[in-house]
């Protein structure tokens, strides 16, 4: 999954047990991919409370912020709860949307299958206009380029 490629459409659970599918998702602007390995983990949480901060950057640029990762849609839903997170988290428990975008791990400190952390943008006509995949988990997104390219 490079730029200019096509985006997989997909769908996935949301934390309260409901499809959400990327196709219907870029109906109402572009959308920001933001993989993750697991729900309640240092990184991840501030990642995704960085994210939740900055919502209303992304709301004033027309755009949906989706958050993924291997974990259950159950342990989503509590995390989502527990860190007042305003945005769409979605479960890719088989791990198969982390696969196609090439965000998993082979081994994440001994689990198998486990998402990398990966930002991806996502236009109305499904091409992706960012990439970023991440090797070391302890790293965050550039969310300066991302907002960039949210922005032009």
């Given at each position: ?91 890719d428990f088989n791990k198969n949307v982390s696969r196609d975008y090439k965000s998993l791990y082979d081994d994440f400190f001994g689990m198998k299958g486990?998402?990398?952390r990966s930002a991806f943008v996502i236009n109305e006509a499904m091409e992706i206009e960012y990439a970023e995949i991440l090797e070391d988990s302890d ?14």
């Amino acid at each position: 999954m490079k730029i200019g490629d096509k985006a997989s459409d997909f769908t996935l659970l949301n934390s309260d047990g409901n499809k959400v599918s990327l196709s219907e998702e870029v109906k109402n602007g572009k959308v920001l991919i933001l993989f993750f390995p697991l729900a309640f983990s240092g990184v991840c949480t501030e990642e995704l409370c960085t994210t939740r901060d900055n919502m209303k950057l992304y709301n004033s640029l027309s755009t949906n912020v989706i958050g993924i990762s291997v974990d259950s849609f159950f342990t989503l839903k509590q995390f989502k709860k527990t860190n007042n997170l305003n945005f769409t988290l979605l479960s890719d428990f088989n791990k198969n949307v982390s696969r196609d975008y090439k965000s998993l791990y082979d081994d994440f400190f001994g689990m198998k299958g486990v998402s990398k952390r990966s930002a991806f943008v996502i236009n109305e006509a499904m091409e992706i206009e960012y990439a970023e995949i991440l090797e070391d988990s302890d790293k965050l997104p550039d969310f300066k380029a991302i907002r960039n390219i949210l922005s032009s």
